[in-house]
């Protein structure tokens, strides 16, 4: 009977044991969610009122398998849809901002586990004066820079112990050279001397690379200007400058891949976010093939699904929520900059539909925007 007695305390003690591990457990998670909902990310970070279209979708990394996310009742920004994909950390939003909504933010919540935390996503007053946004035409004198080896306006900047490459030996090829955004704005009066009338500027995204680093087309992140080239609010100047000196501005943007560095291919939104080989497959450079009807369909998968190098992975267009992605960060740096046109890289390497899409999408929303494609 004693004995009996004992086997079942034990058998309460173990109860409680594992009570007090899953009460643990789940404030500890509850911890980490509130920790991590400090640092969740939006693509794209901020939007604007008044646009075109009432739509946007947005990406939030973050998150966790069991994270719900609202807006409050009786807001007039809506969430229409949520979805999910195989990695848990992500969600994109269907959220509509009515054309009437003249706030400068609204409240997201988020759930986890009875853990609320609200984050107040920003929307600025879109700027629709009429000098920006003035697209080309046949008469305007196009001026190529390529910033990193174009003028080093700000030495102190050349070298940041936050990424991966900081190296700058000028006498080398494939190492930065210190060219930024503050020597382009230095030498403008060299560009009016020649009779420009826009400037087309190979990529000033961040490019976290551990080598090349120097030329902009592997991007780490679509959001953000290289702190080697200069801010954000540099560009923005720059480009207002240009604008002030009668010289429209011609962003080069880049669909067909990525940088290896970025954590949108470290941590993949979804596993056909990118294309997939058994092992590593370069595309062939073969652009002709794709419109060769001898040509066979092995070959036109080579050239468009290939990776561009083994440090530029390429992007699937044919997955809607990566499309969405690409689409609206397009739209993001047009109405944050006023640049007036885009220059495509490597343009018949992405999807054909998608690019027909985005353009339709870009012109809807920028009557006078355009832009060229880069084919070889």
């Not at 229409?80 to 997201?108: A, C, H, M």
């Not at 420009?196 to 991007?219: C, F, K, R, V």
């Not at 780490?220 to 560009?235: A, K, M, S």
């Not at 054909?352 to 809807?364: D, L, P, Q, S, T």
């Amino acid at each position: 009977m004693n004995q009996a007695v004992r086997l079942s305390r034990d058998g309460l003690y173990f109860i409680q044991m594992k009570r007090i591990v899953f009460i643990s457990l789940l404030l500890l998670s509850q911890f980490t969610f509130a920790q991590k909902a400090e640092s969740l990310e939006f693509y794209p970070p901020n939007w604007w009122t008044n646009m075109p279209e009432e739509e946007l979708q947005l990406m939030v990394f973050g998150v966790t398998g069991s994270t719900k996310v609202f807006v409050a009742e009786g807001s007039e920004v809506q969430i229409l849809g949520q979805q999910r994909t195989d990695n848990e950390q992500y969600v994109f939003l269907d959220i509509k901002i009515p054309s009437s909504y003249s706030k400068n933010s609204f409240e997201i919540n988020f759930n986890d586990n009875g853990v609320e935390v609200t984050v107040d996503y920003p929307l600025f007053e879109r700027d629709d004066s009429p000098n920006i946004h003035r697209g080309l035409t046949t008469e305007d004198l196009i001026y190529l820079i390529f910033p990193d080896r174009f003028a080093n306006g700000n030495p102190d900047n050349d070298i940041n112990p936050t990424l991966t490459d900081t190296r700058v030996i000028r006498d080398s090829l494939k190492t930065r050279h210190g060219g930024d955004i503050q020597g382009i704005r230095d030498k403008l009066f060299h560009l009016r001397a020649l009779g420009a009338t826009a400037m087309w500027i190979n990529p000033l995204l961040t490019n976290d690379q551990p080598w090349e680093s120097y030329h902009g087309y592997a991007a780490t992140n679509q959001y953000e200007i290289d702190p080697r080239f200069g801010t954000l609010q540099e560009y923005i100047d720059l480009v207002k400058e240009c604008h002030q000196s009668g010289i429209k501005v011609i962003k080069d943007i880049v669909f067909n891949h990525l940088g290896a560095n970025h954590h949108l291919i470290k941590n993949l939104p979804s596993k056909d976010w990118i294309h997939h080989w058994d092992g590593f497959q370069r595309t062939s450079y073969r652009a002709p093939t794709l419109m060769d009807p001898y040509a066979s369909e092995s070959d036109k998968k080579i050239m468009t699904d290939g990776w561009f190098d083994y440090h530029m992975p390429d992007l699937n267009q044919q997955n809607e929520l990566l499309a969405n992605f690409l689409i609206y960060n397009s739209i993001w740096w047009i109405e944050m900059t006023g640049i007036d046109a885009y220059r495509i890289d490597t343009y018949a390497y992405s999807d054909e539909g998608f690019m027909a899409r985005w353009a339709k999408v870009i012109k809807n929303y920028y009557p006078t925007f355009n832009f060229f494609g880069e084919t070889w």
